[in-house]
Structures are given as structure tokens and as C-alpha cells.
């Protein structure tokens, strides 16, 4: 199946992703966007999505992202992208409008929410199944190097246990247009500036540990995030650092997004499936990787969730 087949009729294309779009997000939009593009000279092509973090200028095309969300345009056909409608932010009603709805995602949480569902859990990421969607002879070098920072970010840079033999198959053929990937994920993945590193520090500092060591929490309120003069899209990476501390079975990583309101990332290395945790709260994810935004007192919230994920825990020892 090539998406091509499904929009070479439409006049008018819209493409949109997840609030707070990662890097997988911006990429596999900005990917598809120039792809489109190509194949489709005549259309109108347009892309929605809150702004990306500063990382991920060096995209071509990164500038033509609509943030405002401003548009009477009804367009043939809505691409939703590494989310299900829920997730899509201001680019929802533009959404709902189009002619057509086509969802394009591989959260495992996801149920589809297009005419069109092209939904693959077992993909690592959104590019990589977006990659088996294009003509291979069409994909330029610009393309290429999206669709594979867009592996690299969801997959950390072909660590964490998504990453399968087609997805190494798919990152090799990218390689072989030649760009300097090196250089590329070193600046959109692991390169942080001085203060992200601050808060960093802090939020790991200020970390605790639960559940007999088998859990590790900590939490950034919006007065720090101002003392540190960051913003959300700094702390990227902060759940992370937490995972790989020894013994641990599952981070949580929480920030203020509101009065009595977080947004709550969570990392397992398998042991919890987060993303059953995740989507008792709304949200939703990977089994290894989830979120959702929750109500409450900070440790209202970490009981919460410690009771879905010591429920889990206690299911399998009985299993076992
Ligand atoms: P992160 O913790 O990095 O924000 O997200 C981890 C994974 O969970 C990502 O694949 C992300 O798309 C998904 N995710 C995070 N927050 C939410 C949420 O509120 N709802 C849903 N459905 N997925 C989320
Ligand atoms: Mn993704």
C-alpha cells in the first residue's frame, strides 16, 4: 500500500501531529510534507503542528509549519500523524472538517481515528512505517534525513528494544543518500544547552525512589521552569535519565502544565507496561513509553499511578 494511491486526487492536503510534537512528530510530517510535494505539484499542501523545539531547524521546510492554526480552508483530505484525534491539538477542527481523514500512527494505544487507519504498533516509530508508504525512487536526500532523525529520536538512536531488523534495514538505505547523521543526532538528540542540563540536574537531583526502589519519581513546577527560564520543551530527556538508574522497573517524570494539572511521562524498561498505566489516566503510548496529563496534588497523582502500577506488579507475581 503507498499513501500515494489514497490522495492523488485531493486538491487540498492538510498534515498534522501531536501537541508538544517530538521528534519522531515533527519529522515524519516534515517527511511526509516535502514528499507530497514532489509527488503532488499541482496541490496545495499545508502543514499544522505546534511550534517544533529550536533542534529542528535544520529540517528544510521547518518554516512553512503553520502554528497559528489560523484557516477557513475545508481540505479533501486530513493526514494525522504519530496520534489519534485526541491529540491533535488546535489542528482539530481543521481535522474534523476535511473531506477525508486519513491517521497514520504506531501507538499501540491508538484505535484510529480516520476513514483510513494505518495503525502499526510493531513499527518503531512513525517515520519508519511512513517510509514503507512512499515510492522509494522518490525519496530525496531532504526526505531521508527526516524520516531517519525521526527513527533515531523514537527509537534513542536505535537503543531501547522497538528498534527491529527492518528498522536497521530502513536506516541503512536512508544512510546511503550520504548526509552527515552523525552531526545530526548529535544536535537534535543529544545536545542540550546549559540550562536544560540545569534543570536537569535538579529534577534528578530532587528524584525519589519508591515501591521498594522498584519505581523513581520527580517533578518540575512552572516557578522553576521560570527561575531556569526554560519551557516544557526543555525537559526533554529528564524521564530518561531517570530510567537507567539501577533497579529501576519504571520512571515517572511529572511537570506543571497548570494549576493542579501535570503532564506525566512514564519509561519501564517491560516490567510495567506504561502504557496500560497511562491509559487508565487518558493518555496513552508504548508499552515502554507513555504519558498522559493528570489532575491533582503532585502526590495525589504519584499514588495514583503507583496503584495501577503496583496492581501490575501484584498480577504477575500471582501469575507466576
Ligand atoms: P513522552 O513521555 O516522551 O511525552 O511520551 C512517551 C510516549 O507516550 C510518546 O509516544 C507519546 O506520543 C505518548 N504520549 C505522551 N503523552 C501522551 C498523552 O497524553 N496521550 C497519549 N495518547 N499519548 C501520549
Ligand atoms: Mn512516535
Known sequence: MKI???????????????VRPDGDCVCSVMA?????????????IDVYLEKP???FACIPGIEDIRSDFQTQQVYDVFIALDCNDERLGNALPIYRKAGRRINIDHHISNTGCGDLN??????????????????????????????????????????????????????AKLLAFGFDFSELIEKTFFEKTYVQTQIMGRAVLE???FMNDRCIVSMVTRRMMEFYQ?????????????QVVSGVDCAIFMYEIGTLEYKVSMRSNGKVNVA??????GGGGHVRAAGCTMNGTYHDNINNLSREIAGQLKKQKEQA
Open 32 to 44: 511526509l510534507y516535502r514528499y507530497l510535494q514532489k509527488e503532488l505539484p499541482e496541490a496545495r
Open 207 to 209: 528524584s525519589v525512589r
Open 118 to 171: 494505518i495503525i502499526e504498533p510493531q513499527r518503531s516509530s512513525t517515520a519508519e512505517l511512513l517510509y514503507d508508504l512512499m515510492d522509494p525512487q522518490k525519496v530525496d536526500e531532504e526526505i531521508a534525513k527526516a524520516v531517519y532523525i525521526g527513527i533515531a529520536h523514537d527509537t534513542g538512536v536505535f537503543r531501547y528494544s522497538n528498534t527491529s531488523p527492518h528498522t536497521l534495514e530502513t536506516a
Open 230 to 242: 526554560v519551557s516544557t520543551k526543555d525537559l526533554d530527556g529528564i524521564v530518561n535519565q531517570l
Open 4 to 18: 500515494i494511491n489514497e490522495v492523488k486526487d485531493a486538491k487540498t492536503i492538510a498534515i498534522g501531529g501531536h
Open 276 to 281: 496500560d498505566v497511562a491509559v487508565k489516566f
Open 53 to 55: 523545539a529550536e533542534v
